[in-house]
């Protein structure tokens, strides 16, 4: 099971720290990944991280404001996010995967959401 939290509602170019607490499955031997879905659009993707931390990637739309990491000793992956602005505003999910991927489809785990909304 994946367990996001650390959503809320903050003003442009404020920062929240997201967390995804992972339990019943070998965390650290997973991909993370964050995506994240507007009203009435698709549910997008935001970053990933490979099960060692390693290596990680991230939409062109957040590079240089969010900041994806893990700690495997606490089963949890997190997400910076920084000079967030109104189109940041969506529900976002953490999911885990076998491989590191942008893709939605390979991810098979996911957790319930957390709403993140950004006033202007």
């Known amino acids: 099971q994946l367990q996001a939290s650390g959503g809320g509602l903050v003003q442009a170019g404020g920062s929240l720290r997201l967390s995804c607490a992972a339990s019943?499955?070998?965390?650290?031997?997973?991909?993370m990944g964050w995506f994240r879905q507007a009203p009435g659009k698709e549910r997008e993707f935001v970053a990933t991280?490979?099960?060692?931390?390693?290596?990680?990637y991230y939409a062109d739309s957040v590079k240089g404001r969010f900041a994806i990491s893990r700690d495997n000793a606490k089963n949890t992956v997190y997400l910076q996010m920084n000079s967030l602005q109104p189109d940041d505003t969506a529900v976002y999910y953490c999911?885990?995967?076998?491989?590191?991927?942008?893709?939605?489809?390979?991810?098979?785990?996911w957790g319930q959401g957390t709403q993140v909304t950004v006033s202007s």
């Open positions: 999911a885990s995967a076998q491989y590191q991927s942008t893709r939605t489809a390979a991810y098979d785990y």
């Open positions: 019943g499955r070998t965390f650290r031997s997973f991909s």
């Open positions: 991280i490979t099960w060692s931390g390693g290596l990680t």
